[in-house]
């Protein structure tokens, strides 16, 4: 699993709760980096990405790329300040609004 979210705090603790319900984690400050570990990490079934992030895309923008490019892998997109519509999303990417407990990223 990929956890993309540029606030150091909250990807460090969603990725650390993670880590505590068994998943492997690999963790990324921007939409470029995790492009990056994507391409030496093809284990990365899932991407559960923030949508506000600096770089050349935002989490919408990576969560269409990483669809297009790598259709196998799942997508979760999360933000506490932007909700985007369905119409933005991947198919079958589900948006789970900030703040939120491992529980519902498990699920």
Do not use: A, H, N, Q
């Given at each position: 699993?990929?956890?993309?979210?540029?606030?150091?705090?909250?990807?460090?603790?969603?990725s650390a709760e993670l880590e505590d319900e068994g998943f492997v984690v690999l963790e990324a400050g921007s939409a470029d980096d995790a492009i990056r570990i994507i391409e030496r990490h093809p284990e990365v079934s899932l991407v559960?990405?923030?949508?506000?992030?600096?770089?050349?895309?935002?989490?919408i923008r990576l969560a269409g790329f990483v669809r297009d490019r790598w259709p196998p892998i799942k997508i979760i997109v999360t933000s506490g300040h932007r909700f985007p519509g369905a119409e933005t999303l991947p198919?079958?990417?589900?948006?789970?609004?900030?703040?939120?407990?491992?529980d519902e990223v498990v699920r």
């Open positions: 699993m990929l956890v993309v979210d540029d606030e150091p705090l909250l990807r460090l603790s969603i559960f990405t923030d949508v506000d992030m600096p770089g050349t895309m935002d989490g198919e079958g990417s589900p948006f789970k609004p900030k703040p939120y407990v491992s």
